[in-house]
């Protein structure tokens, strides 16, 4: 699993929140060249990085990585229980049950 899908998340709900996120941006040269500044400033907030203008990563704290390593533990582990708790209950479908009825759909669709 990638860490992608799971910071999408948290942006989606921090907007849903409205908290306001301003997070510094430097370009991947000035990264390097002032690592030990980006470093220290790290600690204290993240740091956007880019390379070309595109965004390419995000420099943490070593507290704020596991912070966010929990909460996609934490995250996984209940849509996990969701999904034992739908199969215990009965909530579940057959694959070719589900493919048939997609079929179906399509071919209505197209009429």
């Known amino acids: ?8 998340r948290l942006i989606k709900i921090i907007k ?3 908290i306001e996120v301003v997070m ?3 370009n991947a040269s000035d990264a390097k060249r002032e690592f030990g500044e980006i470093l220290l400033k790290a600690q ?18 070593a507290s704020e990585y596991e912070e966010l390593q929990f ?8 849509e996990l229980q969701k999904g034992f708790d739908d ?9 070719q049950e589900v493919m ?5 759909r399509i071919t209505n669709a197209a009429l």
């Open 1 to 8: 699993m990638t860490t992608k899908p799971v910071l999408v």
């Open 16 to 18: 849903l929140i409205d």
């Open 24 to 26: 510094e941006i430097c």
């Open 44 to 61: 204290k907030e993240p740091i956007g990085i880019n390379k070309n203008g595109k965004p390419v990563a995000v420099m943490v704290s």
């Open 71 to 78: 909460l996609k533990e934490q995250w996984l582990k209940s």
């Open 87 to 95: 199969l215990h209950a009965g909530r579940i479908k057959e694959g």
């Open 100 to 104: 048939d009825r997609q079929r179906k």
